[in-house]
């Protein structure tokens, strides 16, 4: 297609569609729309070609709200089928915010991958917050809206942190193209802080613990799919084969394992899984060669599949009963047969299993750090794989569907449901046995056997011992326990750690602790917490109205000031 | 007939108002009331409109009020800087006129609504006169016209507390009018001359006298009051959030914004920018309060439950963006803030709009008031949602741009100007705070009976609540008009400096 115009750009079905599912009353006819939308949205990047750019002036600068490569075109196709199975799987939702919530967030993550500046890529960035925070929010508790704006405020920062960064790029360069950024400057910095926000980074990464099991059944779909690929796409095109990346991706692999591990609500165990799988991604962009994009963008691809549909099997339990900690579930394979098999499908796909898709994927990365002599690396994500076959392949499904029963006795979910999560697993299967397919997707020439010896051999090594393993913890009751708990994670060094050591510190430098201890909780809660209330609350100092004297004052104080600077 | 109206333009553009302000409070009519000072702010806009056009063909206009030449006589004088100015007061009377028909009926009793259209009338007549005239004390006599009627719309106010509201901006205004005129009497006492273009060329000789920097000294101060910059904010949160809602709506669009309009026309035409910022500190006092202002009045605005009072409180806030851009200097900087003023009003008088539409249904704008209004009331929330996007400054909305066009100019400050766009990124995060918290009471929160029964505001209120929400996204989405009137601005006032 040679004549690009705004109304055909792949993402305008998307917001056009959320802007009139707003005024459907009808639920057949809003539900053929917003199944319409993704089919739509892919069809019009079937008839876009690689390395077309639509330019646009804007306050002074071209900008390019849609450029295609090969990267944005794997993206863009992965999120029309995305957005397909996750509006499949809402359907029977009856509140029309989540749905144009949704279809906006599914469009901007569209729209993000095909930006070819940094002003288009913030405009798109900034939408996806603020659609997606509805998803959390449609959940209606206390929890969800205070987690929800925890949620918002991090996400604003980082699109904050871009556009300052984006901006401190353009004074410097005069372009805002979205190329390769780099470290060399300040601004690479900035921009990388901000990507690594919403990619998850160790010590940046809460807010996906927190909120995505804190959203609704069918929101926690939509969130899995979109948020953190977006920003391995922008990775991937800001900074390949940046070093730092490396060593980021290998902590972000090794520490969710041993949260995922212990975790008892299992849609936070998914959320554990998912930074782990992240890190994948980000060390495949950090190594950099061909193999280990190509590897990091196939697992973005395999990632969103069948994380999403092992979300979808968990929301589908939590739909029919009501309950998501592995103490309270077991058993339900007799009540719900057909979502058990299909959370096999997802979970024997996220732990590669060969002949599943994610097999196809996290050779390429494993074989690319090998390649570059990074032996550590490799151990550390080798580690890692044992480990999400041990919390997202056995510890999901066993608890769920087998184990103990609970006598909970819950059917399949509804229809629609079933299908979407049985489109997400066929996908699984299908790449699994024809790799070449998503190969032929990928930004670089494959030339990567998936199925030789050493690769079947090793994996299935390494599944069958992983499996061992967890039998003999079983038996000998030495595994984690499945507790009702809550688990420490590293928002615990601000919200416990580090006022508790420096009053400890401080007990030991002075002999009267206990006076102390109450002189800082009182400065704690008086001063800061309260702090802020007394002085910004609405009967606060600042937010009063003042006796007119005490104005009168600040004005003679202030003109004192004025006449003293001038002065002298 | 024609070209005598087009040759007195100027004089028509303020004597209209405040010649048919009388005439709207002899009608007594409530109807013939308004239909008059609506047609008057049609005709106002016209003029405006006009100026304006011939200001960006033929360059700055001078007008001899009744044929005395400056500067022994009043020289109206229309430049690219107060043109647009004019543009925005009367396009914001046309807007609000056209809210207040039915928001006047509900919210002031009977027998006042002509009184308060002619209030209002004079009220504009003044702010016009302000950013009009080129002569130094007759900007403190329109001051004086424009604060004494606002202080009786604000007193308009159905709660009882907008008297004391009324009262303490009625002192502090006074002050600060009083502060303007001490400093404008002693820069007479030593130049002679009372014209701005006059004074400028008269200043420099005696710069150097305490009797000069006094008179700055005082003039910041007293026009800081009437901007409410911080410390000086604090008559503002209760004057507009205890005020009807079409006079609060005005106000906040305008008011401050033609304060700080003569805070930078002092600064820049009569004293100049070498003087101000090469001789005196202004910038380091100004950007410390400007920033801190940002701060306070964005935490302040989290915590508020009246509606109103987190919009004012907003307004203090940005107040500090627009002063920061001012004090920056430059004329990426000087751009920047003119900038935000236009954009603020727009953005500010989009929310206060429909503080007024639900202020109507419910009687108050409390934030329990917004509890399920995503539902029984579409539209009017979703002007909020778009006003609220321009406060947070998301893309496609007026507020990126001025935060765009911000944080360009401190990007030419070096480390001073990496800590403006830490204020500024952390103002746009305590202004998610205090917009999407509204946003959530209103879409996912269950009314209770009061609000269960509530109906969308009527069809009149929205138009101009719209009208207001799609000038946002048009400035967000094709600025060019509206930044080129900001830089022509800040060119302007660079240039007429030595």
């Given amino acids: 297609m040679t004549d690009l115009s705004l109304l055909t750009l792949p993402f305008m079905p998307f917001f056009i569609a959320a802007l009139a599912v707003m005024f459907i009353a009808s639920s057949s006819v809003r539900s053929a729309l917003m199944l319409a939308v993704p089919i739509a949205s892919g069809f019009l990047l079937l008839q876009e070609q690689s390395g077309v750019a639509l330019t646009m002036p804007f306050m002074g600068y071209e900008l390019v709200p849609f450029r295609t490569d090969k990267l944005s075109f794997l993206f863009g196709y992965l999120f029309c089928i995305a957005s397909f199975i996750a509006i499949l799987f809402s359907l029977h939702v009856k509140d029309r915010v989540q749905h144009t919530a949704g279809l906006f967030y599914a469009g901007s993550a569209v729209g993000a ?52 960064g984006a901006l401190m790029i353009l004074h410097s360069t005069g372009s805002l193209a979205f190329n390769e950024i780099g470290l060399e400057s300040q601004a690479g910095y900035v921009i990388l802080l901000a990507f690594g926000i919403k990619a998850a980074f160790p010590l940046l990464h809460n807010w996906v613990i927190d909120s995505y099991p804190q959203s609704t059944v069918t929101g926690a779909v939509f969130l899995c799919c979109f948020t953190t690929k977006v920003a391995v796409y922008a990775l991937a095109r800001g900074y390949a084969g940046a070093d730092i990346l490396i060593y980021i991706g290998a902590v972000m692999v090794i520490f969710p394992i041993f949260y995922a591990v212990i975790e008892n609500d299992l849609r936070r165990v998914l959320s554990y899984s998912m930074i782990s799988k992240v890190g994948f991604m980000v060390c495949g962009i950090g190594i950099g060669t061909e193999l280990a994009i190509n590897g990091a963008v196939a697992t973005a691809f395999n990632h969103v599949i069948y994380k999403s549909l092992l979300f979808m099997s968990m929301g589908s339990v939590l739909h029919m009963t009501g309950r998501i900690r592995a103490s309270d579930l077991g058993g339900l394979y007799k009540s719900m047969p057909l979502t058990t098999i299909l959370c096999v499908i997802g979970a024997a796909s996220i732990s590669a299993v060969p002949l599943f898709g994610g097999f196809v994927s996290k050779g390429m990365i494993l074989t690319a750090a090998l390649d570059q002599k990074l032996d550590f690396v490799w151990l550390c994500l080798l580690f ?9 392949g056995i510890k999901i499904c066993y608890f769920t569907f087998f184990g103990q029963d609970s006598g909970l006795r819950a059917a399949d979910p509804p229809k629609h449901m079933l299908l979407a999560m049985g489109l997400a697993a066929a996908m699984c299967v299908f790449i699994g046995l024809y790799p070449a397919l998503l190969f032929g997707l990928l930004p670089f020439e494959v030339d990567y056997i998936v199925y030789d010896t050493t690769h079947v051999l090793a994996q299935l090594q390494l599944l069958a011992f992983v499996g061992l393993g967890f039998v003999w913890l079983k038996i000998s009751k030495l595994g984690p326990p499945d507790l009702r708990s809550v688990n420490l994670d590293v928002d615990w060094i601000y919200r416990k750690f580090l006022p508790e050591s420096i009053r400890c510190a401080l007990g030991l430098l002075i002999a009267d602790y206990g006076r102390l201890k109450r002189f800082f909780c009182d400065l704690f809660h008086q001063y800061i917490m309260g702090g802020l209330i007394r002085h910004h609350g609405p009967h606060g100092i600042l937010a009063r109205a003042w006796p007119i004297g005490s104005m009168v004052l600040w004005v003679a104080v202030l003109l004192f000031f004025y006449l003293i600077f001038y002065y002298f | ?31 013939a009331a308004w239909l008059l000072a609506f047609c008057v702010s049609l005709c106002t806009f016209a003029v405006s409109i006009a100026l304006f056009m011939q200001v960006s063909a033929a360059g700055p206009l001078s007008y001899a009020m009744g044929g005395w030449d400056p500067p022994w006589g009043i020289e109206y004088r229309v430049d690219s800087f107060n043109a647009p100015f004019l543009v925005l007061l009367s396009l914001m009377f046309c807007v609000t006129l056209a809210f207040s028909y039915k928001s006047v009926e509900k919210e002031i009793v009977q027998p006042r609504h002509a009184l308060f259209y002619s209030a209002f009338m004079l009220c504009v007549a003044g702010l016009l006169g302000i950013v009009i005239t080129g002569d130094a004390f007759n900007v403190f006599v329109f001051l004086e016209i ?30 600060g009018a009083t502060f303007l005129l001490i400093g404008i009497g002693f820069i007479y006492m030593m130049t002679g001359t009372l014209n701005m273009a006059d004074l400028a060329v008269r200043l420099p000789s005696v710069m150097d006298t305490h009797t000069v920097r006094a008179a700055f000294a005082f003039i910041i101060v007293g026009m800081s009051i009437k901007v409410a910059l911080f410390p000086l904010h604090v008559w503002l949160p209760n004057a507009y959030g205890y005020a009807p809602s079409a006079a609060s709506v005005f106000l906040a669009a305008t ?26 500190p202004l910038q380091p006092i100004l950007l410390v309060l400007a920033v801190t202002a940002v701060f306070v009045g964005s935490l302040s605005a989290i915590f508020q439950t009246n509606i109103k009072h987190v919009l004012a409180y907003s307004s203090v806030a940005q107040i500090g963006y627009m002063v920061i851009g001012f004090a920056l200097a430059s004329h990426a900087g000087l751009s920047a803030g003119i900038l935000h003023m236009f954009n603020h009003a727009v953005m500010k008088g989009c929310l206060f709009l429909v503080a007024g539409c639900v202020f109507y249904r419910f009687r108050s704008a409390r934030i329990e008031d917004f509890r399920g209004l995503g539902k029984t009331m579409p539209w009017t929330m979703g002007a909020f949602v778009v006003g609220g996007l321009g406060l947070i400054g998301m893309p496609l909305t007026a507020g990126f741009v001025s935060k765009w066009y911000l944080i360009m100019a401190a990007l030419d400050h070096g480390f001073v100007g990496f800590l403006i766009i830490a204020a500024v990124l952390a103002g746009s995060l305590l202004a998610v705070a205090y917009v999407w918290r509204i946003v959530e009471v209103a879409y996912f929160q269950a009314p209770d009976e009061v609000h269960e029964n509530g109906k969308e505001a009527p069809f009149i209120l929205l138009v101009p609540a719209w009208f207001m929400a799609l000038l946002t996204l048009y400035i967000g989405i094709d600025p060019s008009l509206v930044v080129g009137a900001a830089e022509s601005a800040a060119l302007s006032l660079l240039g007429s400096t030595p």
């Fill in chain 2, 255 to 280: 008011s401050t914004k033609v304060s700080l309009y003569v805070l930078i026309r002092f600064t820049f035409t009569v004293f100049g920018a070498g003087f101000a910022f090469g001789a005196m």
């Fill in chain 2, 1 to 31: 007939m024609m070209s005598a109206i087009f040759a007195n333009l100027p004089a028509l553009q303020v004597i209209l108002p405040l010649l048919f302000a009388p005439i709207c409070f002899l009608l007594r009519k409530r109807g």
């Fill in chain 1, 384 to 392: 890692a794989s044992a480990g999400t076959f041990y919390y997202a």
């Fill in chain 1, 113 to 164: 991958v095909f930006a070819g500046d940094l002003l288009s890529l913030f405009f798109f960035w900034e939408v996806m917050t603020v659609s997606s925070v509805f998803l959390i929010w449609a959940r209606q508790t206390d929890g969800a809206f205070r987690c929800g704006m925890r949620y918002l405020i991090i996400q604003v920062a980082s699109g904050l942190l871009l556009l300052a």
């Fill in chain 2, 146 to 175: 424009s604060s004494l009627s606002s202080y009786i719309l604000i007193s308009f106010g159905k709660d009882r507390r907008a008297l004391t509201a009324a009262f303490q901006y009625l002192i502090m205004g006074t002050i």
